[in-house]
Nanobody, 119 residues
Framework: QVQLVESGGGLVQAGGSLRLSCAASGSISNFNPVGWYRQVPGKQRELVAVITSSGSTNYADSVKGRFTISRDKDNAKNMIYLQMNSLKSEDTAVYYC???????????WGQGTQVTVSS
């Protein structure tokens, strides 16, 4: 059973930074891609950033230049990160870690971590 556990969320002032972490119970080399999504009440979950096993990244237009996704280069720690800088009030949401199995095509989600940006 694959588990994804997020951490690092919290309350921050506008313009501040947070770093989200996602720990996978299995090797993240089994997943491609992995990424972060976010959701606010009443709205659909939206893509924030994804990264492939080759290191290619893709970001939502709203976070380009401010957020950076990364994964352990040697996959040893099975971690996925999201560095969030210059945070805005509109970044307030629950952030979810996501992993797509390259073998079964199943999608796995973490439980989510709340990020609140005060203006």
């Amino acid at each position: 059973q694959v588990q994804l556990v997020e951490s690092g969320g919290g309350l921050v002032q506008a313009g501040g930074s947070l770093r989200l972490s996602c720990a996978a119970s299995g090797s993240i080399s089994n997943f491609n891609p992995v990424g972060w999504y976010r959701q606010v009440p009443g709205k659909q979950r939206e893509l924030v950033a994804v990264i492939t096993s080759s290191g290619s990244t893709n970001y939502a237009d709203s976070v380009k230049g401010r957020f950076t996704i990364s994964r352990d280069k040697d996959n040893a720690k099975n971690m996925i990160y999201l560095q969030m800088n210059s945070l805005k009030s509109e970044d307030t949401a629950v952030y979810y870690c996501h992993a797509h199995s390259r073998y079964t095509s199943w999608d796995y989600w973490g439980q989510g971590t709340q990020v609140t940006v005060s203006s």
